[in-house]
């Protein structure tokens, strides 16, 4: 059983890394797999939620992806064992797809690639986790807790007002992010509620963000 928790990440990376290298040799892979919202609401592509997050741009976009999924999958597998890393890892992926989906239907070209609402998903788990671990942010030692709130921060204050350069799918992010909060409430809400102020903490710009998609009808 050991062997097959350490296993089964290395091979969904292994996966994400072939359908990857596959992609970006042929041009009609992307076309026909990324996430598109016109194929997907016209079209009722369906498969693109799932299949945009076995994509990326190049190979730097894949390999910070699959770095962090290595490591931060080990505490989930550890706390949860392997099938519901993959339950979380794909529901997480969902979840940034459809947050995405919903947040611009009225936008038909709009395009993404990326595992980074799944990875997000295994990420933002960890932390809720355990909170006052250390990240290392290119190479500088962060408090995990505090990655978490000024990433909610950066994502919300993107969505809400988008730069031209800016080509990161934020939504897609935050959908998985709270997936993996989520995930974790529900099956250790003890670990949320023995974390609740920092957790409180980190969901203050998530708060902010829903008030204005919400309520003033803004990031749409």
Not at 47 to 76: G, K, P, Q
Not at 132 to 152: C, E, H, K, M, R
Request: with cysteine.
């Amino acid at each position: 059983m050991n062997n097959l928790n350490e296993l089964i990440p290395i091979l969904l990376i292994a996966i994400t890394c072939a359908t990857t290298a596959w992609g970006l040799n042929n041009t009609l892979i992307f076309q026909r797999y990324q996430f598109k919202i016109g194929e997907i609401r016209y079209n009722k592509q369906y498969r693109r939620l799932i299949t945009s997050a076995f994509l990326h741009a190049d190979w730097l976009h894949l390999f910070f992806n699959m770095f962090t999924l290595y490591f931060f999958s080990r505490v989930i597998v550890y706390v949860y064992g392997v099938w519901l890393f993959l339950l979380l890892y794909f529901g997480a992926v969902l979840a940034g797809s459809l947050f995405s989906l919903w947040l611009y239907k009225n936008r038909p070209s709009y395009t993404a690639i990326g595992a980074s609402g799944g990875v997000s998903g295994v990420l933002f788990a960890a932390i809720a986790i355990a909170p006052l671990q250390t990240i290392y942010l290119y190479f500088i030692p962060v408090t995990a807790w505090i990655f978490a709130t000024l990433y909610f921060a950066y994502s919300a204050t993107m969505m809400l007002k988008p730069r031209q350069w800016d080509n990161t799918g934020h939504a897609a992010h935050l959908g998985g992010a709270v997936c993996g909060m989520a995930f974790v409430a529900i099956l250790t809400p003890m670990l949320i509620a023995a974390n609740a102020l920092f957790i409180g903490i980190m969901s203050l710009p998530l708060l902010y963000l829903a008030y204005e998609i919400l309520i003033n009808k803004r990031g749409r």
